[in-house]
């Protein structure tokens, strides 16, 4: 017999991976699959041929580049609690991936590079956690090598985040002298040992930070300065406060080496310790403001990623859907707020990256994947009575605008087809201009064309040429009807269309955009527009 909606909504646990590229995310969520008990070895990340492939980058081009450019969800059961993984693109140019994931997220892990502290990807993304008020835990990765001083990393969380850090562990050196981390709050401590080369992690049990077995692992001189350390930073830092970190004043701060599995099992354990359920969700109900409770009875979710081709031998079409309340049950009708369909979900599942299996309940804070021919989109409100609608999704304005043709002229509705497949996961921003038959892409960064390029080959083999565009700056058009009408009037060469027919209006400069701005004052020229 299951449990009630809202106890088994309290033992989830949904996070997000959040870091600058190259901190250790993928490792880390290798990782802490398995100390979850979902995979049985981890390290492929390191290895050659097919066994570079970790699970959660299975994207072709992620594989040959070693790099996460698409959000995937993991799922596992641990010490009696579910964890829902998002693990999200490390890579800036799919911020706007990164935040729709984290729409999803109830909480975030911020990886640091020991050396190398907080980055500029990191910051922006920590913005984007801030917006939300997501909690975030911090894990200072690679403190086998080389780092900084521990106390100069807790300094740049509070002085860069405006975050109090409150270090639950404190290491002992770094790099070559790196021996272990001191359990502040049991008074223990962690020996490191490095991985043997046949890969066999070898990490002693803590021993008592005052017992003689310390001598075991710290000379004299080593244990002096670990507990000085420990008193140090004990006495300067403001101690752990759940409820601080729950309303994103103060991250708890863990120490280790994602690649030898030290310090992993501390994170997933404070992450089931001290991370958020699912929390009531914001909604409309006949336009009155309404909180979705996650034990309620009605089934309800929203859209915030979608996915095609996950599976290259079926044209599949998948949405992630994150429920925010009751029982979901396989089989179950729910209706698209906007829209007014109905859909009988028959094959819903639950994800492991690529691989994934049938779903036979879900609860809130689960992520469902639902299979559909472009009946969902990116924002979509999906409940039993199909009234509920929660708050869409922003749509960003590109940074770059570029022309895309197929180099087979007899392909172009194929082309129209795919960019259109695209641009409703998020890949990209297509704009269609009111003049002309051009196809104008946009993305956040260059790589986003290259994953384009990789994926119209891949999957709809076509072969296309991306040509620099004579446009800079894309922006919505808001405003009185007979205010746009009379704009769009006088300019039609300058007018396109986004997928959904909203108007866009295209400027060949930063200075043009300003100018025809001032000179239309009664019209707003938006850099976000929410999709729903």
């Known amino acids: 017999m299951s449990s009630s909606p809202a106890a088994e909504a309290a033992r989830r646990r949904t996070f997000a991976i959040i870091s600058h590229p190259d901190a250790g995310k993928t490792t880390l969520t290798e990782n802490l699959l398995l100390a979850g008990g979902a995979i049985r070895a981890a390290g492929q990340v390191r290895a050659r041929g097919e066994n570079r492939r970790t699970r959660s980058d299975w994207m072709k081009i992620e594989r040959e580049r070693g790099i996460s450019v698409s959000a995937s969800v993991m799922t596992f059961d641990h010490a009696g609690k579910m964890f829902n993984l998002l693990d999200t693109p490390g890579h800036e140019d799919f911020s706007e991936d990164t935040y729709r994931t984290l729409t999803a997220a109830d909480a975030a892990v911020m990886v640091l590079d020991a050396a190398k502290g907080i980055e500029p990807q990191t910051l922006k993304l920590f913005e984007v956690c801030r917006l939300r008020d997501i909690p975030i835990l911090t894990f200072i990765n690679k403190m086998d090598r080389e780092a900084q001083d521990p106390f100069a990393l807790l300094d740049e969380i509070a002085g860069k985040l405006a975050l109090d850090p409150a270090p639950l562990y404190w290491p002992a050196?770094?790099?070559?002298?790196?021996?272990?981390?001191?359990?502040?709050?049991?008074?223990?401590?962690?020996?490191?040992?490095?991985?043997?080369?046949?890969?066999?992690?070898?990490?002693?049990?803590?021993?008592?930070?005052?017992?003689?077995?310390?001598?075991?692992?710290?000379?004299?001189?080593?244990?002096?300065?670990?507990?000085?350390?420990?008193?140090?930073?004990?006495?300067?830092?403001?101690?752990?406060?759940?409820?601080?970190?729950?309303?994103?004043?103060?991250?708890?701060?863990?120490?280790?080496?994602?690649?030898?599995?030290?310090?992993?099992?501390?994170?997933?354990?404070?992450?089931?310790?001290?991370?958020?359920?699912?929390?009531?969700?914001?909604?409309?109900?006949?336009?009155?403001?309404?909180?979705?409770?996650?034990?309620?009875?009605?089934?309800?979710?929203?859209?915030?990623?979608?996915?095609?081709?996950?599976?290259?031998?079926?044209?599949?079409?998948?949405?992630?859907?994150?429920?925010?309340?009751?029982?979901?049950?396989?089989?179950?009708?729910?209706?698209?707020?906007?829209?007014?369909?109905?859909?009988?979900?028959?094959?819903?599942?639950?994800?492991?990256?690529?691989?994934?299996?049938?779903?036979?309940?879900?609860?809130?804070?689960?992520?469902?994947?639902?299979?559909?021919?472009?009946?969902?989109?990116?924002?979509?409100?999906?409940?039993?009575?199909?009234?509920?609608?929660?708050?869409g999704l922003p749509n960003f304005a590109p940074e770059i605008l570029q022309r895309v043709r197929v180099k087979d002229p007899l392909k172009a509705k194929h082309l129209k087809k795919a960019l259109e497949g695209l641009a409703e996961e998020g890949v990209t921003q297509l704009f269609r201009p009111q003049i002309g038959a051009d196809f104008i892409v946009g993305a956040v960064g260059p790589l986003q064309f290259e994953v384009m390029a990789d994926r119209l080959a891949n999957e709809y083999q076509l072969e296309v040429v991306f040509e620099p565009s004579p446009y800079a700056e894309a922006r919505w058009l808001a405003g009185d009807k007979a205010e746009l009408e009379d704009f769009a009037g006088k300019h039609r060469a300058a007018m396109a269309n986004d997928i959904d027919a909203q108007p866009v209006f295209l400027a060949k400069s930063a200075w043009e955009l300003g100018y025809v701005a001032e000179r239309y004052p009664k019209l707003r020229f938006e850099r976000a527009k929410e999709r729903a």
Do not use: C
């Not at 021993?207 to 350390?229: K, M, R």
């Not at 006949?286 to 081709?309: L, M």
């Open 173 to 391: 050196g770094s790099g070559g002298r790196f021996r272990g981390m001191v359990d502040l709050r049991r008074n223990l401590f962690a020996p490191f040992a490095k991985q043997r080369s046949d890969g066999a992690a070898g990490h002693p049990e803590p021993v008592a930070l005052n017992g003689n077995s310390l001598a075991a692992f710290l000379d004299a001189a080593e244990q002096a300065e670990v507990e000085e350390g420990a008193l140090l930073v004990q006495e300067a830092a403001k101690p752990f406060d759940v409820r601080s970190f729950l309303e994103g004043h103060m991250t708890p701060v863990f120490f280790g080496s994602a690649l030898r599995h030290f310090g992993v099992d501390e994170l997933l354990a404070g992450l089931g310790d001290f991370a958020p359920a699912p929390d009531p969700v914001v909604a409309t109900k006949s336009g009155e403001a309404v909180a979705v409770e996650p034990g309620d009875k009605e089934v309800s979710g929203f859209v915030f990623k979608i996915q095609a081709n996950m599976d290259p031998n079926h044209r599949d079409r998948i949405a992630f859907l994150r429920l925010t309340s009751g029982r979901f049950a396989r089989g179950m009708k729910l209706k698209v707020q906007n829209t007014g369909r109905q859909l009988s979900v028959n094959a819903p599942m639950m994800f492991f990256a690529s691989d994934r299996e049938l779903a036979e309940e879900a609860y809130a804070g689960d992520v469902i994947g639902i299979p559909n021919h472009g009946v969902l989109r990116v924002g979509d409100s999906l409940s039993e009575s199909g009234t509920l609608r929660f708050a």
